[in-house]
């Protein structure tokens, strides 16, 4: 999946590991959840944050 050039660069090595599909679930718990959506909703606009 490519992301949108927003803003390049302003994502955590976790929310990139996200996007990748490559982040451990078994670590993923409710503290990451909002680490990545946060990331996720700094960097672009809510209707390109959800379908990442």
Excluded: C, K, W
């Excluded at 718990?29 to 960097?43: F, I, P, R, S, T």
């Amino acid at each position: 999946m490519s992301l949108p050039s927003s803003q390049p660069g302003i994502l955590s090595a976790l929310t990139q590991r996200f996007i990748n599909r490559t982040v451990d679930v078994e670590s993923f718990g409710h503290v990451e959840h909002v680490q990545v959506a946060y990331d996720l909703l700094v960097a672009y606009d809510y209707f390109d944050a959800v379908v990442l």
